[in-house]
């Protein structure tokens, strides 16, 4: 599969887009798809992130790029309407990442992770699937399962962090502001290599302040839970905050995250202090820093930030992202003959063995036995679907009993992304009438599945010495 990232980042208007897209990029990574990552941007972007191999490209003048893909992400606030179009004319699926419904977007699905999009405004149209709220909120990978804070009774230590290049200078400003007046508390201060008052911070540090050069995910998310306090720009990184659970004072820095700051302030996780150029500024800094001080606030604002953000927003995207092109994109069939030994594979697996009826390994000539019988019985109907000649699954409708018995098993590695619910109400289909699953009584994922799909559980029994339960369909 060819998935294309687009998006647009860099010294002059931030890096926001870049840092959500990496994470959806970790995502498709994680279900073994490894997607191009083009930015129109400059070269600072690969120092943001090393561990990509990013493409500096200026696609919205050259879409040559997409020509072979199957899926094409985009995040930008420099595309039009025509880009959009002509893109979703030649893509079999585009995925939109919107921040506040900024277009009437083609035909694809349309992401927008933050906190309240009832505001929006959005039209529900026949083609296009939305993906919206909390549960779609794109964090990187190391945010996906990490601890949670431990709120302290007193604030020892404050983080500044402005994003990845500090458009506004702000770092020193508040840097000094808490040496004069916090200098009991520990300052840790995040500078990226796009900095360019670096000089600057450092000739403001001393022995309670930290400089943290470059961080990966990784020290960031070390740094973030080893502080009481963070003072923040409010892109991308009021989402980690919140996931670690991290109470915040939040500075606006650029227009578009006027809409954000809002949902943050309603949902009470922010101290929001104004815009960069606000007059009062600093000294709201100091006024939240002091109002922060109550254990008990700060503890209630942990509790907002972890309920609001649960860390895997990007791997819910992608799941949506890779289900619904499957799902559009797949052929469902009888078996032939030329499937016996994909079959096999699945059959074989060690998951569908644990979960069988009679689990032992299946040899290949007992299997091809079974499979050429199988073509010849008129009883059984046997289905596979099916992408690019590759076996996603596999479907068997028994006819012994009077009604017909239906079973299901997927290729690992297309579990974990809905597709079971896909093959099952395919099969559903071809049956009028009753249908009967028979599944192992330890098999409670199945047992949750088939309940999802209309089964309901009829009776308890016993099959070649297994406990099982028959579930019915109407």
Known sequence: MNVIILTEGGKDYGYGHVARCSSIFQAFVYYNIFPDFIVNGDESIKSILPEINVRNFNWLNDLSVISKADIVVIDSYLADLDVYNKISSKVPLVVYVDDNNRLNYPEGIVVNGTLDTSSMGYVQRENIKYLVGNDFIPLRKDFWNIPKLKINESIESILITMGGNDLRNLTPELLKLLNDNCPEVNKKIII???????????????????LIYSPDSNQIINTMTSVDLAISASGQTLYELACIGVPTIAIGIIDNQKNNIKNWINHGFIEYVGCWNDNNLLNNV???INYLQDINIRYDKRLLGINAVNGKGSLNIVKNILNEFYKNNSIFRPIQKGDCLNIFEIANDDEVRKYSF???????????RWFNNILNDESVKFYVLEYCSDLIGQLRLDFDEKYPIISISLNKKYRGIGLSKVLLAKGLELVDGKVIAYIKKENLRSISFFKSMGFKKEDEVIIKNCDALKFIRE
Not at 192 to 210: G, M, Q, R, Y
């Open 192 to 210: 990226a290599d796009s900095f360019e008052n670096t000089s600057k911070i450092e000739s403001l540090k001393d022995n309670s302040v930290e």
């Open 286 to 288: 100091l006024d939240k």
């Open 358 to 368: 009679n689990s032992d390994k299946i040899p290949l000539e007992d299997h091809k």
